[in-house]
């Protein structure tokens, strides 16, 4: 793989909707989605079997267990029952997980790779071993069904491995990144109260190590539930050239855990065990994952066993056309739901890739590396990546296994879309939108459908997804609220602590009453097909014209000078505000006044004469959460005059110290 720069000043724009890829018969006949509707009797018509998914869903659900013959009880209640928000499924149903994610025998379990070089892979077998041996561990612990085990983990094998003995024993869950400050960590565990946490005494990024003994132990001291605290010598081990596992924690680093016991991870798996699996109710928690917690405390959202089970199935079959033989890579840590999505690979019978460390270090290509060394079938990562990748001119070589690429956590623009079918020519990419709300994707791609830039090519099967005009009705080629009119198995069980179900219902159900609004602007064309343009808590509202801040970041970052930016609209109450555009520089880059001039004109060409920023602003960093997106509401609220404390939590943010540079005049 080379690098190299494109010398272009700015990118050329890409028209919405340009073909770039079509899908031969050989590609349609092989897909494993046209073997499911083979399965079913069903023409190869996506439309019609995606109304059929969502009109009767009690029987497109059944067929997904049937069709994947999912190991559990299916009982004899019904299959859906209730309305949203309190719709259940598969009454009178059990299963696990984790019986379900190791029943496949061909092929790695894992593949681990770090940023320092480091290397692991894990046969199925041995990966089966080290579950059995942590469960026992944590059966040791006390620990049992609806239990919960909290980590502040990275993206390492410990984490896949103690996951999956948490969820064998019907326990629950939850999972921190060690990027994390210790109180936007407390802010999640302390709301579960976990009887034990597995952590880290550090991890690597960008080249660095970051030593995070002091923050376990303070995290410890505000869970006075804990009867353990496990640690993993993940950095001393690296120092001392060993395996994690053959490491002991060093006493000096665990002295001041304040209560319960203190074991290293070899304690934890140091005895064998039966692997056994703690058959549960469909709806029974699985894992606790959380909303960003930029702006209040982060909610705790419960997923089920069942739902996560028959959804990524589903959405890994046939939407990332993912199974035995693949390889699945998506660029992710322990705190994002992306990697309870990667990890899934192993209920596909594929291989997840686990990578702790930068996505630019030591090069911008970093990534595209793994891809490269470890036969990546299916690569997925941010669509800011992608866009990077674009901007540092990389030429892509060396993917010849790469069967698809995925994009999600923002819209990815037209040019995006074209990069890569210009790097990799035939090559399908998927643009993905969905939330850590339901652990999928609402709307994505398949291996049926041509790839047009800019174009999210349909809705997902089982997910109801429609647009609503402000009175609330369905909309066709109109930009409006996303919203999902039919329970999906995978939306949560509950938020934790929620006993009334008042903070859920508040989440999702406060503006149409049994419809889930999901806070995104959405167009659906007549084919099916989509455009997401970003928040719809965060609109331009110029002149009466409405528009998504992705179109508006489109413009603004294909300059080169730009690395970043930020829009703001601080009109409010039918009052016409200011639009203030923010701009991170690219390194060398300053805006001259031939660049704003240049910003302004494209602005007023390819969006409107309304859309031309009343000021623009140069800052050192766009703030953003810890799993990257754009905090537009908080800065939003900071213009318009709430204290920066008060706007934004700056523990649940990978940049607080850019904060005060986004100020009122």
């Known amino acids: 793989m080379t690098f190299l720069r494109t010398g272009d000043r700015m990118s050329d724009m890409v028209a919405e909707g340009e073909l770039l890829w079509e899908p031969d018969d050989e590609v349609v006949a092989s897909a494993r989605l046209t073997r499911y509707l083979k399965w079913l009797g069903r023409s190869e018509d996506y439309e019609d079997v995606w109304r059929w998914s969502v009109d009767d869903p009690a029987a497109f659900w059944t067929s997904i267990w049937d069709y994947f013959e999912v190991i559990g009880e299916r009982g004899d209640g019904p299959v859906l029952s209730g309305t949203m928000p309190g719709a259940r499924w598969f009454a009178g149903a059990s299963l696990n997980y984790a019986e379900n994610a190791l029943r496949h025998d061909d092929g790695p379990g894992l593949i681990f790779l770090g940023e320092d070089g480091g290397r692991q892979e894990m046969s199925r077998a041995e990966l089966r071993e080290e579950v059995a041996r942590v469960r026992a561990g944590l059966i040791r612990l006390g620990v049992g069904r609806g239990d919960r085990v909290a980590a502040y983990v990275p993206n390492i094998p410990q984490a896949l491995i103690a996951f999956l003995a948490t969820a064998s024993l019907g326990a629950i869950w939850s999972a921190g990144s060690p990027d994390f400050g210790v109180p936007s960590i407390v802010d999640r565990f302390k709301q579960i109260e976990p009887k034990v946490l597995i952590a880290v005494d550090g991890y690597h990024y960008n080249g660095k190590s970051f030593d995070r003994s002091a923050a376990v132990n303070e995290i410890a001291a505000a869970l006075p539930s804990l009867r353990a605290t496990v640690w993993i010598p993940y950095l001393a081990a690296a120092d001392e050239g060993r395996a994690p596992q053959q490491a002991e924690p060093a006493a000096a680093r665990t002295a001041e855990v304040p209560h319960g016991e203190v074991i290293g991870w070899e304690g934890l798996r140091a005895e064998a065990g039966p692997l056994e699996f703690e058959r549960v109710p469909f709806d029974h928690p699985l894992w606790i994952l959380y909303s960003s917690g930029t702006t209040g405390l982060p909610k705790p959202i419960v997923h089920g066993h069942g739902g996560v089970v028959l959804e990524h199935l589903k959405a890994l079959t046939f939407h990332q056309d993912l199974g035995p033989g693949d390889v699945f890579f998506w660029y992710t840590t322990t705190g994002w739901m992306m990697w309870n999505y990667l990890i899934g690979a192993l209920l596909v019978g594929a291989t997840p890739v686990l990578y702790d460390g930068s996505a630019t270090h030591p090069s911008p290509d970093a990534l595209w590396r793994v891809a490269a060394s470890e036969g990546v079938t299916y690569f997925g990562v941010g669509a800011p990546y992608i866009m990077a990748s674009l901007k540092a001119g990389l030429r892509l070589e060396g993917l010849e296994k790469l069967r698809g ?261």
């Open 405 to 665: 690429v995925g994009s999600t956590g923002s819209p990815l623009p037209p040019e995006g879309f074209a990069w890569l079918a210009a790097q990799l020519p035939g090559t399908p990419l998927g643009s993905f939108s969905g939330g850590t709300d339901v652990c999928t994707g609402f709307v994505g791609a398949t291996l049926l459908h041509p790839v047009r830039a800019g174009i999210i090519p349909c809705r997902s099967l089982g997910a109801k997804v429609e647009s609503y005009d402000p009175a609330g009705k369905p909309v066709i080629g109109e930009v409006g609220e996303l919203v999902v009119t039919q329970p999906m198995p995978s939306m949560p069980v509950c938020f934790w602590n929620d006993p009334d179900g008042r903070r859920y219902t508040e989440s999702y159900f406060d503006v149409y009453p049994g419809v889930w609004r999901h806070g995104d602007w959405i167009k659906i064309n007549e084919d099916g097909s989509c455009v997401i343009y970003g928040r719809s808590d965060s609109t331009l509202n110029r002149g009466g014209v409405r528009m998504g801040t992705s179109e508006f970041y489109r413009v603004v970052e294909r300059f080169d000078e730009i690395a970043d930016s930020l829009v703001i609209d601080t009109g409010q109450l039918g009052q016409e505000g200011r639009l203030l555009l923010f701009v991170t520089l690219a390194e060398q880059a300053e805006l001259t006044d031939e660049l704003e001039r240049e910003l302004r004109t494209a602005l007023r060409t390819e969006l409107s004469p309304r859309h031309v920023p009343d000021e623009i602003r140069v800052v050192p960093g766009i703030p953003r959460t810890l799993s990257g997106k754009k905090l537009e509401v908080p800065v939003r609220k900071i213009l318009l005059g709430t204290p920066i404390e008060k706007a934004a939590n700056p523990d649940a943010m990978a940049n607080p110290e850019v904060l005060p540079h986004f100020t009122r005049d």
